[in-house]
């Protein structure tokens, strides 16, 4: 194997003294449906399979070796020290093989864990915002980005999702549940152009996480490392700031813990600069999500010029924004509803088992993955292969 490019940034090596712990096995791996990760010692090993599921092509050895150095450069922006760079091994007959190295991190300081394990995490939650908030203050953002959150693009997202799941109706959920799903969807965005384009002038759309989940978060003492965004579609990944932010706490309330879930959007609109609003009735807003699913795909991955354009606070900075409820689609966020678009004050709804086209299906992973949702990615490319398939 040549690793020449698995140094991490700053020179060196990182020690193993926060990788694999002795009551994890030294070796270990775990499949999921587009990718094997190996774990050898204090480090993963994440090997793409040549396999085309519609929403992504790694069927050419090209195309996984740039999906490699892909998840790298992406990733590095929270998490520089766990990805480490691109390997190539080699067998005796010359072929190669690309792989992500990743420093392995312990999976008892993965947030999931922490969580259920009833264990204190305020301070870790508020780490997390401090980190998220400013991730989303230096995150890249151009006209190409923006128009990806607009309201019509966003209506196009849910309207290709509902037609790609069609084949599931009457399988997988009721034909009056797929309906709701996309009359709510499109109750919400009706005369709400203002918001997106409000939200959008004041530059709280950019190039963020994408799927931002409790298993992607380890709090290790100096700092959360937040891993594996989503890095096979850039279009995807393009959102309101907030499309993060509520994806994390609709990940923490279906752990049970809606308590949580308040505490981190606090923590994340104090880390973000913003003033708190007053909550009022909102009876529109029910189970649907203001940016569309993100299990749909894009029919354009190609980076877009960058632009320099410092946001505005994102959370609620006068008091004609107000928070809505968490969503339950696939790329949830907290949005921020116009009283002067909605003509009426809005409140916190929360739904208290999500339902909707939403990717992530929590099911169990392997133990000690470094990028557990890469562990875990089973669930996920499972449902977008079965809601994108051509």
């Given amino acids: 194997m040549t690793d020449s490019r698995s140094r991490d940034p700053h020179g060196s090596v990182p020690s193993a003294v926060d990788g694999a712990r002795p009551s994890e096995p030294f070796a270990d791996v775990a499949e999921t449906t587009s990718g094997v990760v190996f774990f050898v010692g204090d ?4 090997m793409k399979k040549p396999v085309s599921l519609g929403f992504l092509d790694f069927s050419r050895r090209e ?3 740039a999906a490699c150095h892909r998840e790298v450069e ?6 520089p020290d766990v990805y480490l760079g691109v390997a190539e091994v080699r067998g005796p007959d010359g072929l190669g093989e690309h792989l992500v190295v990743m420093r392995r991190l312990p999976s008892a300081s993965r947030l999931s864990s922490i969580v ?7 301070r870790h939650l508020r780490r997390l915002a401090e980190v998220t908030a400013a991730f989303h203050a230096r995150a890249d953002r151009s006209p190409e980005i923006d128009a990806t959150a607009s309201r019509d693009a966003t209506l196009r997202r849910w309207e290709t999702n509902a037609s790609r799941m069609s084949h599931l109706v009457g399988t997988l959920f009721e034909p009056a549940l797929a309906d709701r799903v996309l009359l709510l969807a499109r109750r919400y965005l009706d005369g709400r152009e203002p918001l997106f384009s409000g939200r959008t002038s004041a530059g709280h759309v950019c190039d963020g996480h994408g799927d931002l989940l409790v298993d ?4 290790l003492e100096d700092g959360p490392r937040v891993l594996d965004c989503l890095d096979f579609d850039d279009e995807l990944r393009y959102g309101d700031v907030l499309a993060d932010v509520a994806f994390m706490a609709m990940d ?3 752990l049970g813990r809606p308590d949580l879930a308040d505490a981190f959007l606090g923590h994340y609109r104090r880390s973000s600069g913003a003033r708190a609003a007053r909550p009022g009735p909102s009876p529109s807003l029910t189970t649907t999500s203001p940016t569309g699913p993100r299990c749909a795909p894009s029919s354009s991955a190609s980076a877009p010029s960058r632009v320099a354009r410092p946001p505005a606070s994102p959370v609620a900075t006068s008091s004609s924004w107000q928070p809505s409820a968490w969503s339950v689609g696939g790329s949830a966020w907290l949005s921020s509803v116009d009283s002067r678009a909605r003509g009426s004050r809005s409140s916190p709804q929360r739904s208290a088992a999500p339902s ?6 929590r099911t169990s992973s392997a ?3 470094p990028v557990s949702s890469r562990a875990n990615r089973q669930r996920r490319d499972s449902a977008r292969a079965s809601t994108q398939r051509r």
């Fill in 63 to 65: 195309a996984r070796e």
């Fill in 252 to 254: 923490l309330e279906s």
């Fill in 367 to 369: 133990s000690d993955s």
């Fill in 356 to 361: 909707g086209p939403r990717c992530s299906t």
């Fill in 43 to 46: 480090r993963a090993y994440e």
């Fill in 74 to 79: 992406l990733n590095r922006r929270l998490a």
């Fill in 116 to 122: 259920t394990a009833g264990v204190p995490v305020d």
């Fill in 216 to 219: 992607d978060v380890f709090c």
